[in-house]
């Protein structure tokens, strides 16, 4: 779970994948069980903006879920439009969503 600030050149679409851990007081990151989670990224303009009012892509479990990886295919909604947005990725499971990477999402006018 971190800040990741994220640069994609505008009209690509890229596929990206993440990793969903937990770190503990040591440092040390263990790998999310992602079976039976969903994935949701979200972008939108700012911080305050409503999550609904954004681009949000349902994200895709890479076997086995136990791993934690998951990709997202990021579309021309998300990088139509060149500027600096921010994103959240938030994994949902058994009802408690934990939001495993945010940032800066910045869109490079080509």
């Known amino acids: 779970m971190g800040k990741v600030d994220i640069g994609i ?3 690509d ?3 990206l ?3 969903a851990v937990v770190r503990d007081q040591y440092g040390v990151d263990t790998a999310i069980d992602l079976t039976g989670a ?3 990224w979200t972008s939108k303009a700012t911080e305050t903006t409503a999550d609904a009012s954004g681009v949000q892509i349902v994200g895709s479990i890479v076997n086995p879920a136990t791993n ?3 990709v997202v295919q990021i579309t021309n909604a ?3 439009t060149a500027g600096k947005f921010v994103y959240k990725v938030v994994v949902t ?3 408690r969503p934990i939001t495993v990477q945010h940032g800066d999402l910045r869109i490079a006018d080509t």
């Open 9 to 11: 050149p505008q009209g």
């Open 13 to 15: 679409e890229p596929l």
């Open 17 to 19: 994948t993440f990793s």
């Open 38 to 40: 969903t994935i949701l």
């Open 68 to 70: 934690g990886v998951f």
């Open 78 to 80: 998300v990088t139509g």
């Open 93 to 95: 499971k058994a009802g």
